[in-house]
């Protein structure tokens, strides 16, 4: 029901855009976040990297990717976007999006209903 894009290689210092479209969700009222998973932390745990309330209001971001990422969405085109800049080899993971069918956000991954597939960030020389 969403669908990421946008993840690739990129060398450190690099940005990237995501992309995450809702495709057959017939909500119309829900939060997004973003969230990833690196390689080997399967067993912990999606990290909460930043969400949005559904009207774009109560932007979180966690600390690590405080004023290098951006988020935001286009509710008329249900799509959001996580915009990457000045990224870091810490920053390879796979990144997801999600829906929380209701107005407010969270930064539990256990809060959100419906996931994408994921898609690869790769950071790195």
């Known amino acids: 029901q969403f669908v990421e894009s946008g993840g690739g290689l990129v060398q450190p210092g690099g940005s990237l855009r995501l992309s995450c479209v809702a495709s057959g969700f017939t909500e119309d009222k829900y939060a997004i976040g973003w969230f990833r998973q690196g390689a080997g932390k399967e067993g912990k745990g999606r990290e909460g990297i930043s969400c949005t309330h559904m009207d774009g209001s109560g932007t979180y971001y966690e600390d690590s990717v405080k004023g290098r990422f951006s988020i935001s969405r286009d509710s008329a085109k249900d799509t959001a976007f996580l915009q990457m800049n000045s990224l870091k080899p810490e920053d390879t993971a796979t990144y997801y999006c999600?829906?929380?069918?209701?107005?407010?956000?969270?930064?539990?991954?256990?809060?959100?209903?419906?996931w994408g597939q994921g898609t690869q960030v790769t950071v790195s020389s």
């Open positions: 999600a829906a929380r069918r209701v107005m407010l956000s969270s930064r539990d991954e256990g809060e959100y209903d419906d």
